[in-house]
């Protein structure tokens, strides 16, 4: 089983950046598909952007119109995501999550596992 931590949320200015931390442990990642995820108040949560961990090709959600970049470490079993041009709309819960395939109509995505999530607050 694959355990998940974010960290590196926080309050952040309107037009501001934050790159989040996305640690896995407990085996070590080869071809997963992994993903950031996020949940606005009142919102359902909605996918991001992923990366795919042996090739490293990323894919963006059409609905995230900021500089977003995903990227990964591999020595360190860490997936990052940069952001920047912060807006107060981008505040939310940011999760990671893995699996063998991102599948966007299935539930939880086809991810098998869910960080506890990190919270970034965009003040206006």
């Known amino acids: 089983q694959v355990h998940l931590v974010e960290s590196g949320g926080g309050l952040v200015q309107t037009g501001g950046s934050l790159r989040l931390s996305c640690v896995a442990s407990g085996r070590t990642l080869s071809r997963q598909t992994m993903g950031w995820f996020r949940q606005a108040p009142g919102k359902e949560r909605e996918f991001v952007g992923a990366?795919?961990?042996?090739?490293?090709?990323?894919y963006r959600a059409d609905s995230v119109k900021d500089p977003v970049t995903i990227s990964r470490d591999k020595a360190k079993n860490t997936m990052y995501l940069q952001m920047s041009s912060l807006k107060p709309e981008e505040t939310a819960v940011y999760y990671c999550?893995?699996?063998?395939?991102?599948?966007?109509?299935?539930?939880?995505?086809?991810?098998?596992?869910w960080g506890k999530g990190t919270l970034v607050t965009i003040s206006s």
């Open positions: 999550a893995g699996g063998d395939q991102l599948r966007l109509g299935a539930m939880d995505y086809g991810m098998d596992y």
């Open positions: 990366i795919n961990w042996g090739t490293t090709s990323t």
